[in-house]
């Protein structure tokens, strides 16, 4: 069974040599190897073999007889071919004896040939090489006429057409590799074209934002003219509302919608500030790196550059601040810069886009407030600070005619008006002052008609009893009333001055100038008056007078009112109108003043009071008054006599505040730690004093008071006296805390300090006559009073 299967592996392995490719065989022999078989294996190969062998035989006799008849035939041909080698060679023999002078004179018919070719490539190529060296030489004309961008296209021209037809000649290449060098030169001398634009217009920028503003300011003054015959109340919002309606084009010049149209069409318009300046190097470095592919670098150079050139613009002076001029170079320039920049944008095709002169235009007007602001605070005049406003003005005008927005510079505007207000208000605190120093606080006398009209002219007097007296006669008030308000209304020609132009409504000036004037009134006049009534060397007729001035300014506060309605016509009753504080301002004054007068004549008092000289051990009292006491009545009746042009409620007041601190300085002269010791002759002549301190008070130095009202000033020093002189203890002591009690107003403390100085005075006279008997009682009668009181004091403090 065993050699039957191994019969078949090996039929099967011989089979699969026979069939497969000798490249793959090594795995079939391989098997052969690692089995056991060997041997047996070749001997059944060579079986194979030898069968092959065989068949090959039988094929190789089957086909012998052919072979030999084709070597036969191969035979006869050859002998064939050598006859025909040999004709063939004869035939040619024959055949180049026959055709040599053929051959000569086709050679001669090709040379003609080869020269007619060689005329007519040689024409052609001139042909085309003529239009090259015309080319050329138009394009060196072009570059010595300094033709740059028609040079340039003639090169493009002669590159991309004229070249490639002419041929690679030596001269073309030549000309080939000097086109690259001539691009380059056309493009450095068009950048040093526009770096000399660029640095000329850094220098006149002053000068074209110049003429720019004057044209604006030309422009402005005829659309007033104009709409002021159509809408008298209109103004200059009429023009403001038109240029908001512009949409980015000059006002005063048309734009041009195209480069090529330039020239003609600026020579059509009115000549402008655009047309102080040559634009032609920018269009043609502009053309000229365009057409060199290049465009993207030139505008990157050209904004990059005139950002440099903005903020050098925008950096003002140091000392800008100190003149008007130096602020109207610093706007020049901006309007100079930017009316260039809008001529760029108008006339070329994206060299400069909206969006980067609007970014332009945003730093510009950041960095103007700002330095306006900074410049601006060190000002402290207010004729340069309406000067600034009205340039301010007309800057924004001009670039808003241009279409730049401006609304910021109106705010800022807005803001230096409280700065505006500032400096008004310490100018004519300064103004105030002065006409304060210099009045005489005496009523102004009026000697003429003429000049009765001309001081009503400038403060409204509304006196019918006045008018009708006859003159020379005299006006209540001083100087002083006429002049504040003269000052007054320049204070508010000022203000209104300030708000001209600003693009406010009546109601919005109106308001600004009633919120200044009460800054004014409350703020720098009420100051004023609070320094003309507390100066040292102020005295009670100047008072008097300030007290009268104030009473008349507060009557004309009204007239203020309708002279600001008029000015800014708006009617005063206008809902959420602002009023005045005039009124108060000057009632304020007034009861500042009337303060004084009472601090005044205590103080005028005190120093009377200063003099007295009391002998308080007197024996015995005089009849009559003391001296200082007769002077200090002269003088409060001479005093009171100029109140009579006071209102009378202040001159009651006054009169009735002098008797109270009289009557108080005396009590408290009596009572103070210094006087140790009085006795009843003092006490006797104190109360003659008082005596004519009362006759005083009966007597009305003020007209007004009802019955004995002035009497009540003395009633304590009245009853005290009276309980001393009349020696009525008893009384006091028994009546005391009753409403009905004749020493009411009796303090048991004051009475107490009297009577323990007339106590020690006692003592003291009486002290060899201690056994006196009248004596000895008068004493034990004080020490019994003295220990009531306490008594009674004790009883009222538990």
């Known amino acids: 069974m065993a050699s039957a299967e191994t019969a078949a592996e090996h039929e099967r392995i011989l089979r699969e040599i026979e069939s497969t490719d000798t490249n793959c065989i090594g795995p079939t ?20 073999i030898r069968n092959h062998d065989r068949e090959i035989e039988k094929m190789c006799n089957h086909h012998f007889q052919g072979f030999v008849d084709s070597i036969t035939e191969l035979l006869k041909v ?36 080869l020269q007619q070719r060689n005329i007519a490539t040689t024409i052609d190529k001139l042909a085309h090489c003529l239009p090259v060296l015309e080319m050329y030489s138009k394009l060196q004309e072009q570059m010595r006429s300094k033709r740059y961008y028609p040079a340039l296209r003639t090169l493009e021209q002669l590159e991309e057409s004229c070249l490639p037809q002419a041929g690679s000649y030596q001269f073309c290449s030549i000309m080939a590799e000097n086109i690259s060098r001539l691009r380059t030169h056309i493009r450095d001398v068009s950048m040093s074209d526009l770096k000399d634009f660029l640095e000329s217009i850094r220098k006149h920028s002053d000068k074209i934002g110049e003429t720019a503003m004057k044209q604006a300011q030309v422009q402005i003054a005829r659309d007033n003219a104009v709409t002021s015959q159509q809408h008298s109340a209109s103004g200059r919002r009429i023009q403001k509302e038109a240029c908001l309606d512009r949409t980015g084009s000059n006002p005063f010049t048309e734009q041009d919608s195209g480069i090529l149209d330039v020239e003609n069409e600026e020579a059509d318009r009115v000549s402008g500030a655009q047309d102080l300046v040559d634009f032609s190097p920018v269009y043609r470095c502009l053309h000229i790196y365009s057409v060199l592919g290049a465009r993207d670098t030139f505008e990157n150079y050209y904004r990059k550059q005139r950002r440099k050139q903005a903020r050098l613009v925008l950096q003002p002076h140091s000392n800008m601040h100190e003149t008007l001029e130096g602020y109207r170079r610093y706007f020049n ?12 944008l108008h006339t070329t095709q994206g060299l400069v886009n909206r969006a980067y002169v609007e970014e332009l235009w945003e730093l510009a007007l950041s960095k103007t407030i700002a330095a306006l602001r900074t410049h601006s605070s060190y000002c402290t005049d207010p004729d340069l600070i309406l000067d600034l406003k ?40 300064q103004s105030f002052r002065q006409i304060l120093d210099q009045d005489n606080y005496s009523p102004i006398p009026v000697s003429t008609p003429e000049e009765y009209q001309r001081i009503t002219g400038q403060f409204p007097c509304q006196d019918p009893e006045l008018d009708k007296m006859p003159c020379p006669k005299k006006l209540p008030f001083s100087e002083f009333v006429p002049k504040v308000y003269s000052q007054l209304k320049e204070f508010i020609y000022a203000c209104l001055k300030y708000s001209e132009d600003l693009h406010l409504s009546s109601t919005e000036i109106d308001d600004m100038i009633r919120k200044s004037t009460n800054l004014l009134l409350t703020r720098t006049l009420s100051h004023c008056l609070q320094y003309a009534t507390k100066k ?86 005089g009849g009559e008054a003391s001296d200082y006491l007769s002077d200090l009545i002269a003088f409060l009746c001479s005093t009171f006599a100029v109140f009579t042009h006071l209102p009378g409620k202040v001159a009651q007041t006054a009169c009735m505040s002098a008797c109270k601190h009289l009557s108080t300085s005396l009590l408290q002269l009596l009572l103070e730690s210094d006087v140790r010791q009085v006795s009843m002759g003092a006490l006797q002549q104190f109360n003659v004093d008082v005596k004519e301190c009362e006759r005083f008070a009966r007597a009305g130095p003020v007209p007004g008071f009802q019955g004995d009202t002035l009497l009540l000033a003395f009633i304590d020093l009245r009853q005290l006296l009276d309980l001393f002189t009349q020696w009525d203890w008893s009384t006091y002591l028994a009546d005391y805390g009753r409403p009905t009690c004749k020493y009411l107003r009796v303090n048991p403390n004051t009475a107490l300090a009297l009577l323990e100085k007339m106590k020690d005075t006692s003592r003291k006279n009486n002290m060899f006559a201690q056994f006196r008997k ?15 009181l306490r008594n009674l004091i004790s009883s009222n403090q538990a």
Request: charged fraction near 25%; aromatic fraction near 8%.
């Open 29 to 48: 022999l391989r098997s052969v190897y690692d089995g056991q078989e060997h041997g047996l294996f070749m001997e059944k190969l060579e079986g194979r």
């Open 78 to 113: 050859r002998g064939e071919a050598q006859k025909l080698k040999g004709q063939v060679t004869e035939t040619n023999q024959k055949l180049q004896s026959n055709g040599k002078e053929l051959l000569t004179t086709m050679d001669e018919l090709r040379q003609c040939r």
């Open 333 to 344: 320039q901006i309007v100079g810069f930017f009316v260039v920049e809008d001529h760029i």
């Open 390 to 429: 009205n340039l301010i003005v007309l800057f924004a005008d001009t670039l808003q005619g241009y279409g730049f927005p401006v609304n910021q510079l109106f705010d800022m505007l807005l803001e230096m008006r409280d700065q505006y207000g500032e400096i008004l208000l310490k100018k004519w605190n």
């Open 536 to 621: 040292k060397n102020v005295g009670l007729a100047e008072l008097v007078q300030i007290i009268i001035n104030t009473t008349h300014l507060e009557q004309c506060c009204h007239y203020l009112e309708e002279f600001i309605s008029n000015i800014t016509n708006v009617p005063p009753d206008t809902i959420n109108a602002t009023k005045l504080y005039g009124t108060s301002t000057f009632k304020d004054a007034r009861h500042a003043a009337e303060e004084e007068i009472y601090t005044n004549l205590n103080q005028k008092i005190d120093q009377f009071l200063q003099l007295a000289d009391y002998d308080w051990t007197a024996a015995q009292g």
């Open 774 to 788: 009248n004596e000895r009682d008068k004493q034990k009668l004080i020490d019994t009073v003295v220990k009531q």
